[in-house]
């Protein structure tokens, strides 16, 4: 069973940051593109961020110029930094592989409120 730990989620105000991290197996990173998703209560998981094998990023249109997808492949870790945040970005978020997820982690929970 693979396992995913997301972590760094919170409490935070409107326009403030965080960071999300995610331990992933080593192989699963160094060879799977790898995505950040969140999913709010009774709403499907929706895909926020990729960061491709070979570099390369992209975006949901509602998070690009605001989040940052990284990866540690040494750490064997996955980031997701969040700037200016809004109550919209409230959700947990999940990493997993772009294709075909493996199994989910618990997720991180954000909360944006002032």
């Known amino acids: 069973q693979v396992q995913l730990v997301e972590s760094g989620g919170g409490v935070v105000q409107p326009g403030g940051s965080l960071r999300l991290s995610c331990e992933v197996p080593?192989?699963?990173?160094?060879?799977?593109?790898m995505a950040w998703y969140r999913q709010t209560l009774g709403n499907q998981r929706d895909w926020v961020a990729t960061?491709?094998?070979?570099?390369?990023?992209s975006y949901l249109d509602s998070v690009k110029g605001r989040f940052i997808i990284s990866k540690d492949n040494a750490k064997s870790t996955v980031y997701l930094q969040m700037n200016k945040l809004t109550p919209d970005d409230t959700a947990v978020y999940y990493c997993?592989?772009?294709?075909?997820?493996?199994?989910w982690g618990q997720g991180t929970r954000v909360t944006v409120s002032s």
């Open positions: 080593q192989s699963m990173i160094t060879s799977n593109h």
């Open positions: 960061i491709f094998v070979g570099g390369p990023r």
């Open positions: 997993n592989t772009l294709y075909s997820p493996r199994d």
